[in-house]
T-cell receptor
Framework: AQKVTQAQTEISVVEKEDVTLDCVYETRDTTYYLFWYKQPPSGELVFLIRRNSFDEQNEISGRYSWNFQKSTSSFNFTITASQVVDSAVYFCALTKRSGNTGKLIFGQGTTLQVKP | GAGVSQSPRYKVTKRGQDVALRCDPISGHVSLYWYRQALGQGPEFLTYFNYEAQQDKSGLPNDRFSAERPEGSISTLTIQRTEQRDSAMYRC???????????FGPGTRLTVT
């Protein structure tokens, strides 16, 4: 069975602080994809990143960076110099790379509050 | 280009009524998914289409829930004989194919009174 755990329910930081959101996953599949989505207060779900299980290179996009470690089954997300606009619920998700389903298994989400 | 659209955005219905929720995916996206999201939770998978074929319906809670995508584009999720426990945000997503990133619509907030 597949499972995604986001142990941090809520995190509160002050603007300009760095913050890391943890994601730990479980899967028996050898090939899979990992994702992060952002859900701001307005409610929409916004795609941030997709990572192939074959590619363990870290990725950086502006103030966002992702650390994928297969050895610990983790896919953590770091926001550098946080801003108030980063306040949102962040979801980590997992899907198989093969088979006739593309269903995403989501974690419970981490609510990030960035205070001015 | 246009994103995923869903209608209606809000639906209030009385227990026992049938409801139909519509999803219009991004043009060219062959894969379409339905999820349900309760407050404070992550989205939960309901069903998946590849073109017009429903390839996975393992997440549909019971036989009151059904979905179709007859021409491989627009999809409808139907809930028959609604119950209060069906109240939730219903989200549709589409992607270029299996494993690609899924783009979500704004959702339909269903309230069963």
């Amino acid at each position: 069975a597949q499972k995604v755990t986001q142990a941090q329910t809520e995190i509160s930081v002050v603007e300009k602080e760095d913050v890391t959101l943890d994601c730990v996953y479980e899967t028996r599949d050898t090939t899979y994809y990992l994702f992060w989505y952002k859900q701001p207060p307005s409610g929409e779900l916004v795609f941030l990143i997709r990572r192939n299980s074959f590619d363990e290179q870290n990725e950086i996009s502006g103030r966002y960076s992702w650390n994928f470690q297969k050895s610990t089954s983790s896919f953590n997300f770091t926001i550098t110099a946080s801003q108030v606009v980063d306040s949102a619920v962040y979801f980590c998700a997992l899907t198989k790379r093969s088979g006739n389903t593309g269903k995403l298994i989501f974690g419970q989400g981490t609510t990030l509050q960035v205070k001015p | 280009g246009a994103g995923v659209s869903q209608s209606p955005r809000y639906k209030v219905t009385k227990r026992g009524q049938d409801v139909a929720l519509r999803c219009d995916p991004i043009s060219g996206h062959v894969s379409l998914y339905w999820y349900r999201q309760a407050l404070g939770q992550g989205p939960e998978f309901l069903t998946y289409f590849n073109y017009e074929a429903q390839q996975d319906k393992s997440g549909l809670p019971n036989d009151r829930f059904s979905a179709e995508r007859p021409e491989g584009s627009i999809s409808t999720l139907t809930i028959q004989r609604t119950e209060q426990r069906d109240s939730a945000m219903y989200r549709c997503a589409s992607s270029l194919g299996t494993g690609f990133e899924q783009y979500f619509g704004p959702g339909t907030r269903l309230t069963v009174t």
